[in-house]
């Protein structure tokens, strides 16, 4: 049976992303907030701004579990089909 190899992300993959959400979120808000515009025209773009980060979030959570999912079944099959292998004998006469 083989063993399946589990994909690894690096620390700093993780603080790579985790900091460059932290600046894109830090510089629209600024940028929202020094916006020489009228404050309703500042709120709408702020909760567009939040709109999208929610939207992303929900997209990877999705993504990923459907990885999961697939994960999950593609193991089932997997299994399945060595019981099948294991409990198969092709010398065994019927009868």
């Known amino acids: 049976m083989t063993k399946r190899i589990q994909p690894q992300q690096t620390s700093a993959f993780y603080a790579q992303a985790v900091v460059s959400f932290g600046l894109?979120?830090?510089a629209m808000a600024l940028a929202l907030v020094y916006l020489p515009a009228q404050p309703?025209?500042?709120?709408?773009?702020?909760?567009?701004?939040?709109?999208?980060?929610t939207s992303t979030v929900v997209l990877c959570k999705v993504v990923r579990d459907r990885q999961e999912i697939t994960e999950v079944s593609s193991r089932v099959d997997q299994a399945r089909l060595d019981k099948l292998l294991t409990e198969h004998d092709p010398f065994?006469?019927?009868g």
């Open 24 to 26: 894109s979120i830090t």
């Open 40 to 53: 309703w025209v500042r709120a709408f773009l702020s909760i567009g701004l939040l709109y999208v980060v």
């Open 92 to 94: 065994r006469v019927e």
